[in-house]
């Protein structure tokens, strides 16, 4: 495209972009002075800056996308996103929040720095990619772990943890492998609530869960272990479980219980619980934080009255 001709074809620059997003030395090299475009982004004209030596085509709000892709063409070939954009295009329902950065890495030996909305980490540890929708992210394991690691909040952590697990589909075990071998700094607090995860609890109600059944004064329980009746059938895997009077404790969470089709599995396990003649107590997450007294004494009194009827013939799995 000529210097004479570009600003007659603005279809042309846009394919030449990626979602309008493209770098002024790319448009120098389509024929746009490199001070047209910085003047194309001036207020009332029709681009947009968005990050140094990177415009948008447009103007108005970008995108996420749009914004992502500026954060690569911003950090270069080389580039990885890591973190909560990351784990979102990978499938952790969580919506992005006004003013989150979007956190890439970046080998080590190279000099490029954070900038406006885009956070860079250099390290020796660059993963390889896994492309989804045309992006290169970081795998789910490494993204949660970034994130993580730049949080003090422990309860963030763990309820950030918790959804890695029972969304991503991530193995607690890879989680502690993958803080084992990476870097040490931030890992105090991921490190901490990942014991809880690993100690059975799938979500961050059932670790608060944990701590709370510590206070009934009753006999410890198992947790998530898989409960079977006389005949070998499977009947639920219980969130705790105290076995000598035959207490189930379900933490039912409305997001993954509740909703469909959890809501229709929920019935089903509820339907078998009392087939089985399984004492249950069901408990949402919010009465755990906001009235722990009333779980302690749902759950006492409910031992209490396992504990003086004849137990059912079930077990738990071997």
């Known amino acids: 495209m000529s210097r004479q001709t570009w600003a007659r074809d603005a279809e042309a620059l846009f394919a030449a ?9 790319r448009l120098e090299s389509l024929g746009v002075p ?3 475009s910085y003047r194309r982004c001036r207020p009332g004209q029709p681009w947009q800056r968005l990050l140094p030596g990177v415009v948008l085509l447009r103007t108005g709000e970008p995108t996420r996308r749009q914004l992502v892709e500026g954060a690569l063409q911003y950090c270069g070939d080389q580039a990885v996103v890591t973190g909560l954009e990351s784990c ?3 499938g952790l329902r969580q919506p992005a929040q006004p003013g989150e950065p979007i956190h890439l890495l970046l080998p080590a030996h190279l000099k490029t720095v954070s900038s406006g909305y885009v956070l860079v980490e250099r390290t020796t540890r660059v993963p390889a990619a896994v492309r989804v929708d045309g992006l290169p992210l970081a795998p789910a394991v490494r993204s949660v772990l970034d994130e993580c690691r730049r949080s003090t909040d422990l309860g963030n952590v763990r309820a950030l943890l918790a959804q890695a697990v029972q969304q991503l589909a991530i193995d607690p075990a890879d989680l502690s ?3 084992e071998n990476g870097s040490r700094r931030g890992s105090a607090v991921p490190r901490a609530a990942l014991r809880e995860i690993t100690r059975g609890a799938r979500s961050a109600a059932e670790a608060a869960a944990m701590r709370l059944s510590r206070r009934t004064g ?4 198992v947790w998530n272990f898989e409960l079977r009746d006389e005949r070998g059938r499977y009947i639920a895997t219980p969130d ?3 076995d000598d009077v035959a207490l ?3 933490i039912d969470s409305y997001e993954f219980h509740f909703g469909q089709p959890g809501y229709a599995a929920t019935l089903a396990r509820n339907n078998r619980y ?3 003649g399984v004492a249950v107590v069901q408990t949402v997450p919010s009465q755990v934080r906001s009235n722990p007294d009333a779980v302690v004494a749902e759950l006492v009194a409910a031992y209490r009255a396992a504990a003086v009827r004849p137990r059912p013939p079930v077990r738990l799995a071997s």
Do not use: M
């Open 218 to 221: 009753l006999p410890a329980p």
């Open 88 to 90: 979102r295009r990978q």
């Open 240 to 242: 705790a479980w105290w």
């Open 274 to 276: 009392a087939a089985a």
């Open 248 to 250: 189930a404790w379900e």
């Open 177 to 179: 492998t993958e803080l």
């Open 17 to 25: 972009s990626r979602l309008g997003v493209i770098t002024v030395a």
């Open 34 to 36: 490199q001070r047209t």
